[in-house]
């Protein structure tokens, strides 16, 4: 007879994600090991293979879990307009750096099976706030609508680098200063 699932299996899995995307994070992917990865988060190599079959597995669930609560949270914040939106990405990355920088860095070594809905999910979030800086500004022509789009991205997507909590802006103020000066400049387009 097959065991059944521990209690704490969903915990104690994204407690060893966010652990290995940490540790993944810092050493660069391509030069981490699983090894390292379950040192990292103080269990055992037969414990994070009891989870992940492999490297890449264990990567693209990081990705695929990042990816799929951004896009949740981004779509229950539709209602709250361009500002909103923003302020619920900027509030999803807290405690996300790792995962971002994953994202960023090492989607593209997964197969590109793998890769592909991660993309569709990247895609979605790309959508979203497309359609919040169109309802901002409707009058924008397709090509600057995009340049508005992935320019709001390239604002918020490198915050991680140079934020340190505790000085300077807070997260929210900083999502309140993006979210004015975007809605600003689509003013004076």
């Known amino acids: 007879m097959a ?4 209690r704490d299996h969903d915990e104690k899995r994204a407690a060893l994600r966010k652990g290995a995307a940490r540790y993944f994070a810092r050493h660069g992917f391509d030069r981490a090991s699983m090894t390292g990865a ?3 988060c103080g269990v055992s190599k037969a ?35 361009l500002r909103g ?33 991660l993309y569709a999910l990247q895609r979605r979030l790309v959508a979203v706030v497309s359609d919040a800086v169109a309802a901002q500004a409707p009058e924008l022509p397709p090509d600057r609508l995009r340049a508005v789009t992935m320019s709001i991205f390239g604002i918020i997507n490198w915050f991680y680098m140079w934020h340190r909590p505790g000085k300077g802006l807070s997260r929210a103020d900083y999502a309140d200063l993006v979210g004015d000066f975007v809605i600003g400049g689509l003013r004076a387009l």
């Open 3 to 6: 065991r059944g699932l521990a």
């Open 38 to 40: 379950a040192k990292s």
């Open 47 to 81: 414990l994070i293979y009891h989870y992940w079959s492999s490297k890449e597995d264990l990567l693209f669930d990081i990705l695929d879990t990042h990816l799929s609560d951004l896009v949740a949270v981004v779509e229950a914040a539709r209602g709250a307009g």
């Open 85 to 117: 939106i923003i302020r619920a990405i900027l509030a999803a990355y807290e405690d996300a750096d790792a995962e971002h920088k994953l994202q960023l860095d090492a989607l593209t070594v997964l197969p590109r099976d793998r890769q592909e809905p």
